[in-house]
């Protein structure tokens, strides 16, 4: 589908359409309390401007860029492997370099930036997916989507079990004791919606925002844990794509659409059914975590390598673009635009900013998303025509090699 000069125009594509898609998500992290990421119940969903935001949001993008975005980090890990390889180099020494000051550059963004950072998981998913880089395009996935169904299964236990129990206790003929104890699990701090300390916190001083993350010192390891069932094998499939040239717009046109049809109308459909339940259970809290953490996992997984698919026959079709070399000069600054935005929203947001956390309601917050969208495709591409890397990945490539990288073009 492409040529050798073209080829890797897929890649900085693709992750520059990851990195935009995820603020479209993130940014309910930066501006309300964390139950309204897994519940609008929770909060942000006054109008009906706000409740269709939501819908929109479930169906079409939460969880589908973070996917695009493990399948792009594991197929260009794959790509500095090869160069390094190519060169002489230690591929070992290059890539636990690289990760090490990704986990290092990712706690920091935990503990000072913003609490939903996800550097340090990848970089640590990522020392462990090295291990896999000699395997062959089959076993790569066929081993990937076994890690992914045991991981899945093991969510079904946890939350299927939660889902028997609250149907059992909220049955009439139940006992009082069950329905007792189903009343203080979901009293618990950790199923209570309570967002009123959240508002507090997050509408206070940069001191006390830093102090609470230090107090939960241990949340990017609990990430690693929680994630690594779904994050490793996207990682491991976005290796074997790299290596098919999947991911390099190497196949034919035809076979693009054949997985994009495969993929993208069954992931949807899955999907919209899962919006239906939630509404229709007026968007329960442990239906809500069940489908966050279980039911929504193989729609997930379709609709990550479905819209993989439909990326590349859009950039395949418009290559010679302007606005597709804006997008991939957002890809190749990803790490800078990443870092950058939770920066930018985190002072917009934050009570030591300007102090709109909790008072934007979901609709709303697509502008301050279509304004940080402009703003990437503005600086990304000028950077780019004077150097040769964002700043964020100048100092990351820098300090993975032991020396000052040449900067300007």
Aim: with cysteine; charged share 15%; glycine share 8%.
């Amino acid at each position: 589908m492409q040529n050798s000069e073209q080829r890797h125009i897929s890649l900085d594509a693709m992750r520059g359409f990851a990195v935009m898609g995820i603020l479209a998500m993130n940014i309910i992290g930066f501006a309300m309390p964390e139950w309204a990421y897994i519940s609008p119940a929770a909060y942000g969903t006054d109008t009906l401007a706000d409740k269709i935001a939501w819908a929109f949001s479930f169906v079409l993008i939460d969880g589908k860029m973070r996917g695009l975005f493990s399948l792009l980090f594991g197929a260009s890990m794959m790509l500095i492997i090869d160069r390094a390889a190519a060169k002489g180099e230690s591929a070992a020494q290059i890539h636990y370099r690289r990760m090490a000051w990704l986990a290092l550059f990712g706690l920091a963004h935990y503990f000072f930036i913003w609490f939903g950072d996800i550097l340090f998981l990848y970089a640590i998913i990522g020392m462990i997916a090295f291990r896999f880089r000699n395997w062959a395009p089959a076993k790569l996935i066929k081993v990937a989507l076994i890690i992914f169904v045991l991981g899945l299964a093991l969510w079904g236990l946890q939350f299927g079990g939660l889902q028997l129990f609250q149907y059992f206790a909220t049955r009439a003929d139940a006992s009082a004791d069950m329905a007792r104890q189903f009343r203080e699990l979901m009293d618990s701090a950790d199923l209570a919606f309570n967002v009123a300390p959240d508002l507090a916190l997050h509408r206070g001083s940069y001191a006390a925002i830093t102090m609470s993350k230090l107090a939960d010192w241990a949340e990017p390891l609990l990430l690693v844990v929680q994630s690594a069932s779904e994050t490793l094998p996207l990682m491991m499939i976005g290796m074997a794509m790299q290596k098919s040239g999947f991911l390099t717009g190497a196949w034919a046109v035809a076979d693009y659409r054949r997985w994009a049809m495969r993929m993208v109308p069954v992931g949807l459909l899955l999907t919209l059914a899962l919006a239906v339940w939630m509404v229709a259970v007026d968007f329960d809290r442990i239906t809500a975590l069940a489908i966050f953490y279980f039911w929504g996992g193989i729609p997930r997984m379709l609709l990550t390598i479905g819209y993989a698919a439909l990326l590349l026959l859009l950039i395949d079709h418009y290559r010679n673009h302007p606005m597709l070399a804006r997008v991939a000069a957002a890809g190749r600054a990803a790490f800078s635009n990443y870092l950058g935005t939770s920066i930018a929203m985190t002072t917009i947001f934050y009570g030591y900013g300007f102090g709109l956390f909790g008072n934007v309601g979901r609709a709303g917050l697509w502008l301050f998303v279509l304004g940080a969208w402009a703003v990437m495709l503005l600086w990304s591409k000028q950077c780019l025509m004077t150097f040769h890397y964002g700043p964020l990945e100048w100092l990351w490539r820098s300090l993975a090699r032991g020396k000052i990288q040449a900067m300007r073009r």
